[in-house]
């Protein structure tokens, strides 16, 4: 019934891009999966601004990435009211971090890529001012709690302990047709997206022959 009342969902502007492997956790593309499950057409918006290193952000930058987009998105609401918009899939755009410089819209599929996170021990001084796209965790005692030193086998001293979590290294870059790939050349991406995410044909092949197998065995053991 939804779908009566809503012509598009449009998910984002997302802080950092959705691509590859973080399609499949990301809160951005999983708002516009959802109002596809429920027959509404819809979008995901992410802008790679993460990559602006030692750059300050400010509303221009997603103002740009806005305008940017808004081709893409008047054209979708112009095909579905001529109900000419196709049912079986979603957008996902992605926005370089040159939006102002951009390529042009390129057409891509979903890449493989995906980022390695770890966390790095800091202290507290090292995160102030900080512009990168780190998490933040704090550790420290309960009050009152005796704390082991080198220095003294009691203490009471607080002490604190902070992580940062950030990425241990950029994602390998798939092959040129891939959204990521795509996305660092400068291109506004454009990746049709759908509810399933198949096997690859090989994988396929592998358990069609190792299934009936597993079955005789397991039926033997019965």
């Given at each position: ?48 601004c993460y990559n602006m290193v030692g750059q300050k952000l400010n509303v221009d ?25 196709p049912q079986n899939c979603f957008l996902n755009i992605n926005v370089p971090r ?56 009691l203490s009471t001293k607080e002490e604190h302990l902070v992580f940062k979590l ?57």
């Amino acid at each position: 019934m939804l779908s009566l009342y809503i012509d598009l969902v449009v998910s984002g502007i997302n802080l950092g891009c959705n691509c590859g492997y973080d399609i499949v956790y990301s809160g951005t593309v999983g708002g516009a999966r959802e109002a596809f499950f429920h027959g509404i057409p819809s979008v995901a918006v992410s802008y790679d601004c993460y990559n602006m290193v030692g750059q300050k952000l400010n509303v221009d930058d997603f103002t740009l990435c806005a305008e940017a987009s808004i081709s893409i998105i008047t054209a979708m609401l112009s095909e579905i009211k001529n109900k000419t918009y196709p049912q079986n899939c979603f957008l996902n755009i992605n926005v370089p971090r040159e939006v102002a410089n951009n390529k042009g819209y390129r057409l891509t599929k979903q890449g493989k890529c995906f980022y390695k996170m770890g966390w790095t021990q800091v202290t507290s001084e090292a995160q102030e001012g900080t512009t990168s796209p780190t998490k933040v965790m704090e550790i420290k005692p309960p009050e009152n709690t005796e704390v082991c030193t080198e220095e003294s086998a009691l203490s009471t001293k607080e002490e604190h302990l902070v992580f940062k979590l950030d990425t241990a290294e950029p994602p390998a870059v798939d092959n040129d047709d891939t959204d990521y790939s795509s996305l660092q050349a400068g291109y506004i991406t454009v990746t049709p997206l759908s509810a399933l995410s198949p096997a690859e044909i090989d994988s396929v092949a592998f358990f069609k022959k190792w299934l009936p197998g597993v079955c005789e065995r397991f039926s033997s053991t019965l």
